[in-house]
């Protein structure tokens, strides 16, 4: 079951400016039954942080989301890089 998706408007306003990928059609890589997971250990965040990779509207998207009680939050969202293509697909046996 997908759980309430939040974020902070100013945030997701910059986040379109920056990448060309609304939270909006980031929300929707949730619903992809072929999403890949792992948990972001890039640095410390003071919270885990998930990145997930799946397809909203045709693109494959990653997309930074946190955990906040039963909310979801996204806090970034991007078209994936290749490795992150890459990796969906080979997850998923393609």
Same mark, same amino acid.
């Given at each position: 079951?997908?759980?309430?998706?939040?974020?902070?408007?100013?945030?997701?306003?910059?986040?379109?400016?920056?990448?060309?990928?609304?939270?909006?059609?980031?929300?929707?890589?949730?619903?992809?039954?072929?999403?890949?997971?792992?948990?972001?250990?890039?640095?410390?965040?003071?919270?885990? /942080?998930? +990145?997930?990779v799946g397809?909203?509207?045709?693109?494959?998207?990653?997309?930074? %989301?946190? =955990?906040? $009680?039963?909310?979801? /939050?996204? +806090?970034?969202?991007?078209?994936?890089?290749?490795?992150?293509?890459?990796?969906? %697909?080979? =997850?998923? $046996?393609?």
């Amino acid at each position: 079951m997908i759980q309430e998706i939040e974020w902070d408007p100013a945030k997701a306003a910059a986040n379109n400016r920056k990448h060309g990928v609304s939270f909006d059609q980031a929300a929707l890589a949730f619903r992809d039954m072929f999403a890949v997971e792992w948990i972001d250990t890039r640095t410390c965040y003071g919270e885990e /942080r998930v +990145i997930l990779v799946g397809t909203s509207e045709g693109r494959i998207l990653t997309v930074v %989301y946190t =955990e906040r $009680g039963d909310r979801i /939050r996204i +806090i970034s969202a991007r078209r994936a890089t290749k490795d992150e293509q890459d990796r969906y %697909y080979r =997850e998923n $046996g393609q």
